[in-house]
């Protein structure tokens, strides 16, 4: 039989946000990269870190997009950060629970150049607590 062993995913970017507690409406997490080439494929995987303050199943999210060329999208997304029972969908380790969400899959850059993703709560309350950090790593796709 025979296996192969891979390094894994080759990573074009990978930061980590810390929240400052309570997050509340207008505190942006940014994310600013660069792109170079426009012909890979990537996932951009977001990671949410939380510990056991965090009482609500979802993290209600407003994600604003900026590309090189200045144009913007928006948009609004509910992260699952539990399942129905109220158990965690990521991993845990003693008080704190980190759950990968694939935001983008196989996707491609239209442009090179900067490039920014704004990340705000967006939930019912104007502040909550909870969130320890957001991550966001973008893999090329081989």
């Known amino acids: 039989m025979l296996t192969w062993i891979s390094c894994g995913p080759k990573v074009m970017y990978e930061e980590s946000i810390k929240i400052a507690t309570p997050w509340s ?6 994310f600013i990269f660069n792109v170079d080439d426009t012909t890979s494929t990537y996932n951009l995987i977001l990671n949410v870190k939380y510990n056991q303050v965090f009482k609500y199943q979802n993290l209600y999210t407003k994600f604003n997009t ?17 399942d129905l029972s109220g158990k965690s969908q990521g991993k845990c ?21 900067e490039h920014q993703i704004q990340l705000f709560q967006y939930s019912r ?11 966001l790593r973008i893999e090329e796709v081989e």
């Open 66 to 82: 900026r590309f090189p060329d200045g144009t913007k999208s928006n948009d609004i997304t509910s992260l699952d950060i539990r």
């Open 125 to 135: 309350q104007d502040t909550i607590s909870g969130i320890e950090s957001i991550s």
């Open 25 to 30: 409406y207008d505190q942006g997490v940014d």
């Open 93 to 113: 380790s003693g008080d704190y629970c980190t759950v990968p969400f694939l935001i983008q899959e196989q996707t491609h850059f239209k442009s090179t150049g």
